[in-house]
């Protein structure tokens, strides 16, 4: 298995761009889970998904930030327009809901907002 | 919604010595902890977990310990090797939305 699966693994962008990142969970896997990582916050839930349905974005900063799940292997997480402090580690991460708790992470992708 | 406090939030040990981190959550509802590991520039990895109905679990060299009615659990680390040092993350769920604490920077000196 390939594990969890992020791209890009780096982007560095300019305030008020668009930025997308893109996530394909593990096979299998129907539950899917954006966080973002600071110094200052530490790991923080954005949004998740359970069967490509939105279940909670009680974590979305603010409305510049959106997900998509289109189907099962595919999830986007878009920021516009991106902001300085927007800059952070952003992992995605799946599960499968009938089995274990366990959470597996992707390798996240490092956004850094000039 | 859950709160999960970590402590402390530096170590510093010499190699062969145990580790002890410490972590406490609010809702008396989450019923299942886990511990992640996070080297340098990569990505969270789990290496221990406990459910609410068992209190202590051991996987060789590392042990976690969980005491619902105080609400906190704790990662024993023994004979610490310098590849154990990274951040180490607590977190509790009740569901399927893990709340993290803030993290333990974990240095074992040679």
Known sequence: ?114 | GENVEQHPSTLSVQEGDSAVIKCTYSDSASNYFPWYKQELGKRPQLIIDIRSNVGEKKDQRIAVTLNKTAKHFSLHITETQPEDSAVYFCAASKAEKLVFGKGMKLTVNP
Request: with cysteine; hydrophobic share 35%.
């Open chain 1, 1 to 114: 298995d390939a594990g969890v699966i992020q791209s890009p693994r780096h982007e560095v962008t300019e305030m008020g761009q668009e930025v997308t990142l893109r996530c394909k969970p593990i096979s299998g896997h129907n539950s899917l889970f954006w966080y973002r990582q600071t110094m200052m916050r530490g790991l923080e839930l954005l949004i998740y998904f359970n069967n490509n349905v939105p279940i909670d974005d009680s974590g979305m900063p603010e409305d510049r930030f959106s997900a998509k799940m289109p189907n099962a292997s595919f999830s986007t997480l878009k920021i516009q327009p991106s902001e300085p402090r927007d800059s952070a580690v952003y992992f995605c991460a799946s599960r499968q809901t009938s089995a274990a708790d366990t959470q597996y992470f992707g390798p996240g992708t490092r956004l850094t907002v000039l």
